[in-house]
């Protein structure tokens, strides 16, 4: 049996480094925020590349948090991609402002910069771009969209952690960048957590007071804020991981070039562009029989995820918020599948895969 993921194997090697973490952390007596807090935050930013990082408790709580701190109008618009996960446009909508949803590109699964021009109004306040599964959207014109219409641009990082743009990493373009350190992440923790980056210092100092009940001294609240401050034993627990995230995500990339080189062209492959490396949180390809293909894969052992199966304007808590269509969208979501790719598996596992895949191809033509 092939699993989709397993993270007790995939965390087994941080095993006996997170029992003395713990026993440290347990004899300090300080639990919330702190000196563990704070190490992670200048450990992150330092890997990404920004000035400061806030660790908070998830990713969402991270795009709710960059929304209220860049004062965005009441009900302004943010565009967001269409094919995300719900997450991203649940923030916009517990921000007070309005989700404008945008088509991506069938070849990145990325928002595309064109639908984005195309959707650009006298409300548009904001681009929430998001690096769908690992993969770096095209930064270069999100940003000269943003300069040249003076909008705030907000990247949802939390697929994509350690993946570049042109040697830079994702998370160090937009104002803030929001990271899930959720456990299936590529950087992810022992229950939830999340973080924002940004090189501004005054939105920093907010944000730093915002997930803290809006305080920055005890008793005196300057903003109407929210309690969503990083666990401190969480905190330890990513320090310890992001010492080893560059190898992980080797490793991953190295079951991702299997794939890559190795997959019938019956089933259709993300694309590797030039400049942009991927770091494969999700490694999804698409079928038209996409279905019969997962029922196939799980007969010979192998479990396979769908992300996603409906997308959010489909979703009922969405119900009459959006009129328009959106094709590729759906497209995307009946026909992708995502194959297994964690730091748990081997390359031995991935190439039964692959087989299994092709034999698939095979059997269906
Ligand atoms: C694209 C995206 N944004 C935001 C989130 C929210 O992160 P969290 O679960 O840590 O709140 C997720 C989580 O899966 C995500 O995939």
């Not at 404008?100 to 006298?122: F, H, M, R």
């Not at 730093?208 to 903003?223: C, D, Q």
């Not at 190795?262 to 029989?289: A, D, Q």
């Amino acid at each position: 049996m092939i699993e989709f993921e397993n993270l007790g194997k995939s965390n087994q090697r941080f095993f006996k480094q997170f029992q003395t973490e713990f026993n440290s952390f347990s004899n300090s007596g300080w639990y919330v925020l702190g000196e563990r807090v704070q190490n992670f935050e200048r450990e992150f930013a330092e890997y990404i590349g920004t000035k400061y990082c806030i660790g908070v408790a998830s990713g969402l709580d991270a795009l709710i948090l960059s929304l209220k701190a860049l004062e965005l109008p009441k009900g302004g618009e943010v565009i967001v991609p269409a094919n995300t996960y719900i997450a991203t446009i649940l923030a916009i909508i517990n921000a007070d402002l309005t989700p404008v949803l945008v088509e991506p590109n069938l070849d990145s699964y990325n928002i595309s910069p064109a639908a984005v021009v195309a959707s650009l109004g006298p409300q548009t306040c904001a681009i929430l771009c998001v690096h769908m599964y690992g993969n770096p959207c095209e930064m270069n014109s999100l940003v000269e969209i943003c300069k040249n219409n003076n909008l705030k641009l907000i990247e949802d990082v939390a697929q994509a952690h350690g993946s570049t743009y042109f040697e830079k990493k994702l998370g160090s373009f937009g104002n803030t960048g929001a990271f899930s350190f959720y456990p299936t992440k590529n950087l992810g923790a022992l229950g939830d957590a999340g973080a924002i980056v940004t090189d501004d210092e005054e939105l920093a100092k907010k944000l730093t007071a915002l997930r803290n009940y809006g305080s920055h001294s005890k008793y005196n609240f300057e903003y109407l804020g929210m309690n969503s401050r990083l666990d401190a034993i969480q905190a330890g627990f990513l320090s310890i991981k992001l010492r080893e995230l560059d190898s992980m995500l080797e490793h991953k990339r190295k079951l991702a070039k299997l794939y890559l080189e190795n997959l019938n062209s019956e089933f259709i492959i993300p694309s590797e562009k030039k400049g942009l490396k991927n770091t494969y949180h999700i490694f999804p390809i698409r079928h038209p029989k996409r279905d019969l293909l997962k029922k196939f894969l799980e007969e010979n052992g192998i479990k396979t995820e769908i992300h996603y199966p409906i997308p959010p304007h489909k979703q009922k808590c969405m119900q009459d918020r959006f009129e328009a269509e959106y094709p590729i969208t759906e497209d995307i979501h009946q026909t992708i599948l995502s194959l297994p790719i964690s730091f748990g598996h081997s390359e031995d596992d991935v190439l039964k895969v692959i087989e299994a895949l092709n034999s698939f191809a095979q059997e269906s033509k």
